[in-house]
T-cell receptor, first 106, second 115 residues
Framework: GQQVQQSPASLVLQEGENAELQCNFSSTATQLQWFYQSPGGSLVSLLSNPSGTKHTGRLTSTTVTKERRSSLHISSSQTTDSGTYLC????????FGKGTSLTVIP | DPKIIQKPKYLVAVTGSEKILICEQYLGHNAMYWYRQSAKKPLEFMFS???????DNQTASSRFQPQSSKKNHLDLQITALKPDDSATYFCASSQDVWGGTGQLYFGEGSKLTVL
């Protein structure tokens, strides 16, 4: 099945720094969505970006479908950004990566 | 207000028993899903339904049976519970089957503990 690799596994930032999260997938994907999972477990949709570049607020995602990779850039990080960022992708079957655990310290 | 309601939020069951997890969505979506997240594994896709019809099943065990009584309803019946079934079960929905355009939205999850 599809392999979804996310890196780094964990990241610690000072508030105000930027973060770059990566998602690499092994097979063709027609859909890709980034999620935030709060420390309490809630899943929040951040961006749906199967190809190209999309922005929302402080988030920018770039997906290069042919190279089977996507990135999520978080600018000017805040302590409330702390949590786990998950990449979800696939074609006929869909898979999540293990996530990047982000900690933003004041 | 939450648009995808899952009940119960927490439940404890004994090995061998049966439980039903409830999911209702008020987003007007046509597709619904179940996912599972256990301590040892990433979030896993289990089932997808579109217009109340099963589209995909990636669950190896027949002990997991989705039930859709209405278009905005997708329950999950789990029989003969095992400790390995302990996980948080998430319900999700999308306008149409996720694979083209559109986004997935998740409920808050039902955390199941099997003793």
């Amino acid at each position: 099945g599809q392999q979804v690799q996310q890196s780094p596994a964990s990241l610690v930032l000072q508030e105000g720094e930027n973060a770059e999260l990566q998602c690499n997938f092994s097979s063709t994907a027609t859909q890709l969505q980034w999620f935030y999972q709060s420390p309490g477990g809630s899943l929040v949709s951040l961006l749906s970006n199967p190809s190209g570049t999309k922005h929302t607020g402080r988030l920018t995602s770039t997906t290069v479908t042919k190279e089977r990779r996507s990135s999520l850039h978080i600018s000017s990080s805040q302590t409330t950004d702390s949590g786990t960022y998950l990449c979800h992708t696939g074609y006929q079957n869909f898979y999540f990566g293990k996530g990047t655990s982000l900690t933003v310290i004041p | 207000d939450p648009k995808i309601i899952q009940k119960p939020k927490y439940l404890v069951a004994v090995t061998g028993s049966e439980k039903i997890l409830i999911c209702e969505q008020y987003l007007g979506h046509n597709a619904m899903y179940w996912y599972r997240q256990s301590a040892k594994k990433p979030l896993e896709f289990m089932f997808s339904y579109s217009y109340q019809k099963l589209m995909d099943n990636q669950t190896a065990s027949s002990r997991f049976q989705p039930q859709s009584s209405k278009k905005n309803h997708l329950d999950l019946q789990i029989t003969a519970l095992k400790p390995d079934d302990s996980a948080t079960y998430f319900c999700a929905s999308s306008q149409d089957v996720w694979g083209g355009t559109g986004q997935l939205y998740f409920g808050e999850g039902s955390k199941l503990t099997v003793l």
